[in-house]
């Protein structure tokens, strides 16, 4: 989004109506969606939780013309689509410097060696991972005992799912992610082999 940019009253008044014809449901769909923007952003540790939010509610405002149309079903899934978008820009890249820093972040077992070539297919792999499964299982291995918990707690709230449903995504993801971890190591072999 340009900077400087400002919703403006007009702008402001086609969201409401796209979120209800009905002026007074709008308003509080609007704050609900404010809200749970909020959320979300803070269980994944933003400290700007409501600036993210608002940015988030500027970018879909910024998009009306384009989606107002052709959007079906809930407007609020829409919100919580580009709030995806607005986290990974704000979440700095996981990247080798971060992932030493804290190594409780891994997903996979690399035995905490850094210089492995476990490691450094660990890197690439989650590259590889879309935006919102990457930050689901980073997010999802983060932390230890108690805080674990209430993290996991957290994101499920977020995600408007069950503690159970979580635990099978992030299994689901850490299995791709395992994969390709041992596709890589094994490619990297293949190579080095190959190479002497």
């Known amino acids: 989004m340009k900077k400087g940019w400002v919703l403006t009253q007009e702008l402001l008044d086609t969201l409401l109506d796209w979120l209800d014809p009905d002026r007074e449901r709008a308003g509080h769909k609007y704050e609900t969606i404010r809200l749970r923007l909020i959320k979300i952003f803070t269980s994944r540790g933003c400290p700007e939780a409501e600036e993210l939010a608002d940015e988030t509610i500027n970018r879909v405002a910024s998009k009306l013309s384009e989606i107002i149309d052709k959007w079906e079903g809930d407007p609020a899934l829409y919100f919580f689509k580009v709030a995806q978008y607005v986290l990974a820009e704000w979440r700095p890249k996981v990247n080798k410097r971060e992932l030493k820093k804290d190594p ?93």
Request: net charge positive; glycine share 4%.
């Open 104 to 196: 409780v972040v891994m997903p996979i077992d690399t035995e905490g060696n850094e210089d492995t070539p476990e490691y450094e297919c660990l890197l690439h792999c989650l590259k590889v991972l879309r935006i919102s499964e990457r930050t689901l299982v980073v997010d999802y291995y983060e932390h230890q005992g108690h805080a674990k918990i209430k993290q996991h707690q957290q994101m499920a709230t977020a995600l408007g799912i069950a503690i159970n449903a979580l635990r099978i995504r992030a299994c689901r993801i850490r299995r791709t992610l395992r994969q390709c971890v041992q596709e890589c190591v094994a490619a990297r072999k293949q190579r080095n082999e190959f190479n002497m």
